[in-house]
């Protein structure tokens, strides 16, 4: 066995039982998930690998890593030096970084699990235990992603009505280990979710309106190998070629994609193509936007045939059920007079509802026990006013 085998055993194996360790499973069945995670059909692939073989394919090099990091089994210096042992093709240190780019989360999770707050107040919601509703709209959309052909979906809706929240939650929903969400929370959307690929791209980094950034980021969450070079046409036949399991592309912030020049309508054109004529059905993109896209696509002179392809999804305000089961999720319970007051004042919004509960919150721990809480939270919601108008 060469050195570079004996260091690959070693590696996979460490990760494999630190995997054991931190997540209390028999090292066979941690096995068979990591194959299942590489299209197989169990974990004899990683039982050979375990001996020394190192995969003949880069994919399955890649894939390996993005699981083992997934699971905390290796850091991102571990991660770069099993994808150099492997003689991976592209820059090791690059992939490691993009690969775990969660590490920090990974490394902190029991820290974390302890230190989340327990309303979310500005930024997207990231963790799935923090999102609370929306199962109507859940069902909707994970019902286009049974079999094929998978449907496209748009998620449609004001700012700041939890878009971005709901994507990352789609994405993340039906992979998230029992031990990281509410007792309760609906996880099964999909029949064998190790089976799909996703891809995430948010248009409001800029480097991501750029073909030459956008075309291998996309290649990379896939798990596809980038070619060189990575253009529209070598990016179609990199996803031709390696279409063979469910895949999902979603892309939050529409209208900053369509503001950009560089992403012409030739790109659009390809994309419906890819979709259409050569993914045999496993392919699907979500997209979010305040207005449809084929009305965004038409406002900028980009009309694509590519934007009327997309099912709606519109987002409004919790019902009435979803609304309530947030405010009751506090930590120091509320009064019901202050649960009507929230529902009532915020609409049933979320962002509203995160507010006005964190405020209620506050205002409990601190140990008040007048309604200046609710003037506080009055004038913190005046930015969200149009959402009630």
């Known amino acids: 066995m060469s050195i570079s085998s004996q260091r690959f055993a070693r590696l996979l194996k460490q990760a494999l039982n630190t995997i054991k360790a931190r997540e209390d499973k028999n090292l066979e069945i941690i096995q068979d998930e990591l194959g299942h995670a590489l299209g197989r059909k169990n974990g004899s692939a990683v039982r050979y690998w375990r001996k020394g073989h190192i995969p003949a394919d880069p994919e399955d090099v890649y894939l390996?890593?993005?699981?083992?990091a997934a699971r905390g089994g290796l850091t991102q210096h571990q991660v770069e030096q099993f994808l150099r042992c492997t003689d991976y093709p592209n820059a090791a240190h690059q992939v490691a970084a993009q690969i775990c780019e969660h590490e920090?989360?990974?490394?902190?999770?029991?820290?974390?699990?302890?230190?989340?707050?327990?309303?979310?107040?500005?930024?997207?919601?990231t963790d799935p235990r923090q999102f609370y509703g929306r199962s109507r709209e859940l069902e909707r959309i994970f019902n286009n992603?049974?079999?094929?052909?998978?449907?496209?979906?748009?998620?449609?809706?004001?700012?700041?009505?939890?878009?971005?929240?709901?994507?990352?939650?789609?994405?993340?929903?039906?992979?998230?280990?029992?031990?990281?969400?509410?007792?309760?929370?609906?996880?099964d959307w999909l029949k064998e979710p190790q089976q799909y690929r996703w891809a995430v791209v948010d248009f409001q980094d800029p480097r991501?309106?750029?073909?030459?950034?956008?075309?291998?980021?996309?290649?990379?969450?896939?798990?596809?190998?980038?070619?060189?070079?990575?253009?529209?046409?070598?990016?179609?036949?990199v996803m031709i070629d390696h279409l063979?399991?469910?895949?999902?592309?979603l892309m939050d912030e529409l209208a900053a994609a369509l503001a950009a020049p560089e992403l012409?309508?030739?790109?659009?054109?390809?994309?419906?193509?890819?979709?259409?004529?050569?993914?045999?059905?496993?392919?699907?993109?979500?997209?979010?936007?305040?207005?449809?896209p084929f009305e965004i696509a038409a406002d900028v002179g980009k009309p694509s045939p590519f934007f009327?392809?997309?099912?709606?999804?519109?987002?409004?305000?919790?019902?009435?059920?979803?609304?309530?089961?947030?405010?009751?999720?506090?930590?120091?319970?509320?009064?019901?007079?202050?649960?009507?007051?929230?529902?009532?004042?915020?609409?049933?919004?979320?962002?509203l509802v995160q507010l006005f509960c964190n405020e209620r919150l506050l205002s409990l721990e601190k140990g008040q026990s007048d309604d200046s809480w609710q003037q506080a939270a009055l004038h913190h919601a005046k930015p969200y006013a149009y959402l009630l108008e």
């Open 308 to 351: 009327n392809m997309f099912n709606l999804v519109e987002l409004g305000p919790f019902a009435m059920d979803e609304a309530r089961e947030l405010t009751n999720s506090s930590p120091l319970p509320f009064a019901t007079e202050d649960v009507e007051w929230i529902i009532k004042h915020s609409g049933s919004w979320p962002v």
């Open 208 to 237: 991501l309106v750029k073909p030459q950034f956008l075309l291998p980021h996309l290649l990379r969450e896939l798990g596809f190998p980038v070619p060189t070079p990575c253009i529209i046409e070598t990016f179609m036949e």
């Open 104 to 125: 920090k989360d990974v490394v902190q999770e029991r820290s974390v699990l302890l230190e989340l707050q327990p309303f979310v107040v500005g930024p997207p919601i």
């Open 64 to 68: 390996l890593s993005q699981a083992l």
């Open 145 to 187: 992603w049974q079999g094929v052909p998978l449907q496209n979906i748009a998620l449609v809706g004001p700012r700041r009505s939890g878009k971005t929240s709901l994507l990352h939650y789609v994405r993340h929903i039906t992979t998230t280990p029992t031990h990281r969400l509410r007792d309760g929370q609906r996880a």
């Open 244 to 249: 063979e399991r469910p895949t999902i592309i």
């Open 264 to 292: 012409d309508m030739a790109f659009w054109y390809s994309l419906r193509a890819l979709v259409n004529s050569y993914a045999n059905g496993r392919l699907a993109f979500l997209l979010t936007s305040h207005t449809p």
